[in-house]
């Protein structure tokens, strides 16, 4: 079952900065952090990924909290090609390997 | 490399047919995983295996599911009998053992 909750959707003005936030209470210390978008008609790709430190990509930026109860994909600043679903998952271990279980994920709308 | 391929993007078939969907993961890459997605329960990991050897089949709705991964190249989803309320969208992804997972375009299952 999905361990992350996120708000169902979000809105957006163009070349504005967005923060999609996530909460995993119960991520244990060698879950890593993976968000993951999906635009229409697409397969999910794959956006960025931490474990404690703040990450920063070409994409986006995620940022984690101490505890690490929580996170938040930044887009700094949204497009039209960015309106999709964002997906916050935990890879977690076992069975001698990982496995990444989706959630709801957050529906962002971008306004022009 | 060209992604994660699966076949064919579109299938329709009727009720009692059987229905073979087939996948061929990026080379190189040791997971593969089956999701299926629907508007009423999102993006569901269905099976996932490691070295071509199944790991968890859980999330294998009925036994009418079975997934196959003959080598590391190849793998296929099999519904038999097809029932119309196994109409979704399929999707493939692979990964090189604990990195980001790699989505292909997924396939549009209709049964009527």
């Known amino acids: 079952d999905a361990k992350t909750t996120q708000p169902n959707s979000m809105e957006s003005n163009e070349e504005e900065p967005v923060h999609l936030p996530c909460n995993h209470s119960?991520?244990?210390?060698?879950?890593?952090i993976h968000w993951y978008r999906q635009l229409p008609s697409q397969g999910p790709e794959y956006v960025i990924h931490g474990l404690t430190s703040n990450v920063n990509n070409r994409m986006a930026s995620l940022a984690i909290a101490e505890d690490r109860k929580s996170s938040t994909l930044i887009l700094h600043r949204a497009t039209l090609r960015d309106a999709a679903v964002y997906y916050c998952?935990?890879?977690?271990w076992g069975s001698g390997t990982y496995k990444y279980i989706f959630g709801t994920g957050t529906r962002l709308k971008v306004l022009a | 490399d060209a992604g994660v391929i699966q076949s064919p993007r579109h299938e329709v078939t009727e009720m009692g047919q059987e229905v073979t969907l087939r996948c061929k993961p990026i080379?190189?890459?040791?997971?593969l995983f089956w999701y299926r997605q629907t508007m009423m329960r999102g993006l569901e990991l269905l099976i996932y295996?490691?070295?071509?050897?199944?790991?968890?089949d859980s999330g294998m709705p009925e036994d009418r599911f079975s997934a196959k991964m003959p080598n590391a190249s190849f793998s296929t989803l099999k519904i038999q009998p097809s029932e119309p309320r196994d109409s979704a969208v399929y999707f493939c992804?692979?990964?090189?053992?604990?990195?980001?997972?790699?989505f292909g375009n997924g396939t549009r299952l209709t049964v009527t």
């Open positions: 119960t991520i244990s210390g060698t879950d890593y």
């Open positions: 080379s190189g890459h040791n997971s």
């Open positions: 998952i935990l890879r977690e």
């Open positions: 295996f490691n070295n071509n050897v199944p790991i968890d």
């Open positions: 992804a692979s990964s090189p053992g604990g990195s980001p997972l790699h």
